[in-house]
């Protein structure tokens, strides 16, 4: 049973920090591309970043570049994404998704974890 479960989702106030944890099961996240992706209300999903053992990191967002970070910690089988210096905009739910496809994130995203919410008050 492949699975991924997003958690450390949270109301936090701007300018705070969070970190989101994506763990895997059933697979190691070191064998797949794993990518963090958010959606807001009314909005598209899209994609904030991206790791894989064939393109290390890569992020898809300006707005995120130079304040999150992703990692991985194979011995845990998890994925973070590090986010810092948050504002109101990045309200979001943030999900993760394995690729088992390409190693940029922008393949077949075969498993989806469910989700957990940012939100981010003034």
């Known amino acids: 049973e492949v699975r991924l479960v997003e958690s450390g989702g949270d109301l936090v106030q701007s300018g705070g920090s969070l970190t989101l944890s994506c763990a895997g099961s059933?697979?190691?996240?070191?064998?797949?591309?794993i990518g963090w992706f958010r959606q807001a209300p009314g909005k598209e999903r899209k994609r904030l970043s991206c790791?894989?053992?064939?393109?290390?990191?890569?992020y898809s967002e300006d707005s995120v570049k130079g304040r999150f970070t992703i990692t991985k910690d194979n011995a845990k089988n998890t994925v973070y994404l590090q986010m810092n210096s948050l504002t109101p905009e990045d309200t979001a739910l943030y999900s993760c998704?394995?690729?088992?496809?390409?190693?940029?994130?922008?393949?077949?995203?075969?498993?989806w974890g469910q989700g957990t919410q940012v939100t981010v008050s003034s």
């Open positions: 998704a394995a690729d088992i496809e390409r190693s940029d994130c922008t393949g077949t995203l075969s498993y």
């Open positions: 059933g697979f190691s996240v070191d064998d797949y591309a």
């Open positions: 790791i894989s053992r064939a393109l290390g990191t890569r």
